[in-house]
């Protein structure tokens, strides 16, 4: 997962406010859990899970928590939180295959499902993005005829992120142009059509009628669901409705970026018995991932999702770069040039409150906390050191006050933040000289300097 979703973030502190009630107790009484999953209740109900859904959740979980496992136990506050962190990675599917099941057939067809401005274009072009960049090759089609500008709105969405597009504009009835996007596919080679279809502002029959039509018509692998994270309860009751009426294979949450309460998408998965499967969660076309039960009640419990920042590491750190940077490290070369490729790689893993929250407990830590101005701050000291000639960012002690003053002129900075700029390098030199030598004894060194950067 690329960030802790603020849909989720009440629900996220109002759990966290039970567990804190709980900690510090040396033992814990049935009296004890009952007020929490009170709490709990209250926290689900605000957060507007489904009420039946919450009442099945608080169920399973009272059956546990008033065990031996929890009674008995010499940190009962950790075992709640597990058996609430277990029953909610069952609420959102568990361990369901949550992974695409596309056919041996050419086209595999994705149906993409939803009412009108629940995202469905937009999520599916960034599905088609993501299919491509596992090695596949789709191709999109929208069969809305009916809302303006909407198959010119996918075929923009293809232009902009390098993906085909089919899109007759002498055909204007949906079931011809899907006739006409699968053979396109069958001849080119396409091996996944992804079919963006019309939404309404509510279910009607018609819509059912022609979604049918085309479920007959394409016979798809996936039939997914586009719900709007943001729409309540109504995501819940539409939702099981396409579900009764066309037959859904799984969900796909938009918009998960948003303030809405969430409950509403945690109650679909439920509700429907259809995993979810994708997530959007933001505007760009990469903020789109595969939705994880176990990392996403991470998030919202506050326990973090540490593989979720490795994978975005990964996805985004240079190799190549980070081994020679390694290899400077390890001879203290470390240049100004290097501070600030390690500011950018920084920079590129995303907005600094989503890398931060998904570290364990630091979700409610960082509650208030203005993290905008450690961007700015990242932002201004890249600035300052391109405002530097190659002589000085190689070797800082040439940068005497005279060249402090052009150099706070060229960034549009002042000289204090060059001097504050050149005392942090500094202290990361050290750090990093520290780190060199190797061993425990360089680790004891490490500790000593890390309170400068917390």
Do not use: W
Request: charged share 30%; glycine share 8%; aromatic share 4%.
């Amino acid at each position: 997962m690329e960030a802790e979703e603020r849909v989720f973030e009440t629900l996220s502190e109002k759990l966290q406010g039970v567990f804190r009630s709980l900690r510090g107790q040396g033992t814990i009484s049935e009296a004890h859990v009952e007020a929490a999953l009170r709490e709990i209740r209250l926290a689900l109900l605000e957060a507007d899970v489904h009420f039946k859904v919450a009442k099945q959740f608080l169920e399973r979980v009272r059956e546990r928590a008033v065990g031996q496992e929890v009674l008995k136990s010499l940190t009962p506050d950790q075992a709640v939180i597990r058996i609430v962190r277990d029953e909610m990675i069952a609420l959102l599917g568990g361990d369901a295959d949550t992974s695409l099941k596309l056919s041996a057939r050419i086209p595999a067809v994705i149906l993409m499902s939803g009412l009108q401005g629940s995202g469905k274009t937009t999520s599916t072009a960034k599905l088609a993005r993501l299919l491509k960049k596992n090695g596949r090759h789709p191709l999109m089609v929208s069969t809305d005829v009916y809302r303006p500008a909407a198959r010119q709105q996918l075929l923009t969405l293809g232009r902009q992120n390098d993906l085909p597009v089919h899109h007759p504009e002498d055909l204007d009835q949906p079931a011809a142009i899907l006739k006409s996007a699968l053979g396109e596919a069958r001849a080119v080679g396409y091996d996944v059509l992804l079919v963006d279809t019309a939404g309404r502002l509510h279910i009607d029959d018609e819509l059912m009628a022609e979604l049918s039509q085309l479920k007959a018509l394409c016979e798809p692998s996936e039939t997914l669901y586009v719900a709007d994270a943001m729409t309540g309860q109504d995501a819940v009751r539409s939702a099981e409705e396409f579900h009764r009426r066309i037959g859904l294979t799984g969900i796909v949450l938009s918009k998960l970026d948003g303030d809405a309460r969430g409950g509403a998408a945690l109650s679909a998965a439920a509700v429907t018995g259809c995993p979810i499967k994708f997530a959007g969660v933001g505007e760009r076309p990469e903020q789109f991932e595969a939705f994880e039960p176990a990392r996403m009640v991470g998030r919202i419990l506050g326990l973090g999702d540490v593989l979720g920042l490795i994978e975005k590491v990964e996805q985004t750190v240079d190799r190549e770069q980070a081994e020679a940077m390694a290899r400077k490290l390890l001879k203290a070369e470390f240049s100004l040039e290097d501070y600030r490729d390690q500011l950018k790689q920084l920079r590129k893993l995303g907005p600094l409150e989503q890398v931060l929250s998904m570290l364990p407990g630091m979700g409610a830590a960082l509650k208030g906390v203005d993290t905008t101005a450690g961007e700015r701050e990242m932002r201004r000291s890249t600035a300052i050191i391109d405002s530097m000639t190659p002589r000085e960012r190689r070797d800082h002690s040439v940068i005497n006050g005279s060249r402090r003053k052009r150099i706070a002129k060229g960034s549009g900075t002042h000289v204090e933040d060059v001097n504050r700029l050149l005392k942090q390098y500094v202290q990361a030199r050290k750090l990093m000289k520290s780190i060199g030598g190797g061993g425990p004894q360089a680790m004891r060194r490490m500790a000593r300097h890390l309170p400068q950067f917390r």
